[in-house]
């Protein structure tokens, strides 16, 4: 009876719905009454967010960067987090191969320390001077393939506790293979940072930035710290950890990649524009051919002109829209490892730019007569082959002979996926395909 009374006083003292007078009233009485708590905690709220923000993003931020910022600098510091508990674990182990597990590292244990930096950093060098002249071209391509080699360098420390004598030569290659992924994240690391730029703030995002690795790289020593003292010795307990910290890394570092708004065309964009470009194409008669002229002659076996519909992947629709997309909109699509994650279909067979034409000619003067007249008004040359487009590029080529030489390059490279013969030794018949 008493549980049914308070029920009928509850309803009895509840407002109706139509009653919007005394329900406004109701919460307006009810709202100063926990306003106090609200604006105590606003304030220092509102400082930590401040010193938060003058500390790790941009000065002006949002509008002082470009867009994702915000998402490439989470996934980045989930990336730092990762590769630095990484790091600490296979500098643990490292010690414990070279003897510090059994009391004081001797001497030879020393040596071998110090050999394996000075190997190391020798290696990295030689690899340098080979690769870093892609850094700029590739910078995507480099930056997620500096975590793996990362990840690569920090697996290989951490076996050395499980062959103790190899210490030397493992420990030499890990280092090697370190500072190359050093040098490849820390020169790609500053093109990203350029191409966040909106207010001529490149020293105020590379100085933040530093900050970003820092604090996640404290958090990441913590971590790696903890792992040790908990695994001790275990080398089954230090790889399973190793793998673990290392997937994360790399996904993060996938994830931090496609994040990365570059204004630029590159070799793989390019050539997705090329792509959409020609899907685009429509004739007005059937016998236009090329850029606006009607072939004379006689088309070669399996020839397949441009206007055919080019292949697009499969998420893409067969309608052709009025505008191409942006650098901006192709840095998205744009894979980590284009030979590895790219749609075949699209770069498939490769374009090499900057083949030595000795090399392409290969003793074949009549071939070099074709290439030359037959390109005598461009400041390029191209020679296809079953595999693979040679692309020649002339010391005066500007940018827009090279985006021509990569549309002329995905015509030929359609004409490869639809069978057409291209024989070195048929001088006459590889003119006519080159002609048109």
């Not at 510091?77 to 597990?101: M, R």
């Not at 900057?354 to 074709?370: R, S, W």
């Not at 004409?415 to 006459?428: E, M, T, W, Y």
Request: proline fraction near 6%; aromatic fraction near 10%.
């Amino acid at each position: 009876t008493k549980g049914a009374a308070s029920s009928q006083e509850f309803v009895a003292k509840r407002p109706s719905a139509g009653d919007g007078s005394s329900s406004s009233s109701s919460l307006s009485q009810q709202a100063p009454s926990t306003s106090p708590l609200l604006a105590l905690l606003q304030r220092p709220l509102r400082r930590v967010r401040k010193t938060l923000q003058a500390t790790f993003l941009p000065s002006g931020y949002p509008t002082s960067v470009g867009s994702n910022y915000m998402s490439y600098t989470l996934w980045q510091a989930v990336t730092n987090f990762a590769t630095t508990a990484n790091g600490v674990l296979a500098s643990t182990f490292l010690l414990y191969s070279v003897g510090l597990g059994a009391g004081a590292i001797p001497t030879a244990g020393a040596m071998n320390w110090v050999l394996k930096d000075g190997l190391g950093q020798l290696g990295t060098l030689l690899f340098g001077k080979a690769i870093a002249h892609n850094f700029d071209i590739h910078s995507k391509t480099w930056y997620f393939m500096s975590f793996l080699l990362l990840s690569t360098a920090t697996g290989l420390e951490i076996a050395t506790i499980l062959s103790p004598q190899s210490f030397l030569v493992m420990g030499s290659c890990a280092n090697m293979i370190k500072g190359l992924s050093w040098m490849a994240g820390g020169s790609t690391r500053s093109v990203f940072n350029l191409s966040f730029v909106r207010d001529n703030n490149i020293a105020d995002i590379t100085a933040k930035n530093t900050s970003q690795y820092i604090f996640a790289s404290l958090f990441g020593t913590t971590a790696g710290v903890s792992i040790c003292a908990y695994i001790g010795q275990s080398a089954p307990l230090a790889l399973l950890c190793f793998s673990g910290l290392a997937w994360t890394s790399i996904y993060s570092a996938y994830r931090t990649v496609k994040a990365i708004p570059l204004p630029t065309l590159n070799s793989t964009r390019l050539q997705l524009l090329a792509a959409r470009y020609l899907k685009c194409i429509r004739t007005s008669s059937t016998g236009l051919v090329g850029f606006g002229g009607y072939m004379s002659y006689k088309q070669p076996p399996g020839y397949v002109s441009y206007q055919q519909e080019y292949e697009v992947p499969e998420d893409e629709d067969d309608t052709c829209e009025l505008e191409l997309p942006s650098p901006l909109d192709l840095a998205h699509q744009d894979p980590p490892l284009p030979w590895v994650t790219a749609d075949r279909r699209i770069l498939n067979p490769a374009i090499h730019v900057g083949t030595q034409l000795d090399k392409l000619i290969q003793g074949q003067p009549a071939l070099l007569v074709v290439l030359l007249h037959t390109f005598r008004f461009q400041r390029y040359l191209l020679l296809p082959e079953r595999n693979a487009i040679h692309m020649v590029l002339r010391a005066e080529a500007q940018p827009r002979d090279m985006v021509q030489a990569y549309l002329q390059a995905c015509i030929l490279r359609k004409c490869i996926k639809a069978g057409v013969q291209l024989p070195h030794d048929n001088i006459p018949e590889l003119r006519i395909i080159l002609h048109d």
